[in-house]
């Protein structure tokens, strides 16, 4: 399995935005007026919950929001749970907005199962 580089590019009006992808989970960054968002899709699993993890903590700024859409991913263990306390943590450290956004079935499920639904800011709306 081979990581492939950061690529940056501009896909709303010249902000820039980063993607990082292995074959099973491709994460996106971007700016989207005074937010950052994050895009997710695939299997998120202990192989590839770096991505995300790397991508949120270089979005990470004070009083700028965050929002992970989660809506096209899969959970096949733990670790996608985990790495999302990990960035909820920073975030709060920060002073960073956080809010998790369309958690997939499986995700839910895991987060469910742990009692995480009152810790992590998690929402079903698409966009906030």
Not at 23 to 33: F, I, K, Y
């Amino acid at each position: 399995m081979t990581e492939t580089p950061g690529r940056y590019r501009a896909p709303y009006g010249g902000e820039r935005g980063r993607e990082l992808a292995l074959p099973e989970l491709s994460v996106r960054a971007s700016r989207v007026s005074a937010a950052a968002h994050i895009t997710v899709d695939g299997i998120l699993s202990i192989d590839t919950a770096h991505l995300l993890h790397e991508l949120a903590i270089d979005c990470l700024c004070p009083d700028t929001p965050l929002y992970i859409d989660l809506g096209r991913t899969r959970f096949d263990d733990t670790s996608g749970v985990a790495v999302l306390l990990h960035i909820y943590a920073l975030a709060r450290r920060q002073g960073c907005p956080l809010l998790i956004l369309n958690l997939a079935p499986s995700a839910s499920r895991i987060i469910n199962l742990l009692h995480l639904e009152t810790v992590l800011p998690v929402s079903r709306d698409s966009m906030h």
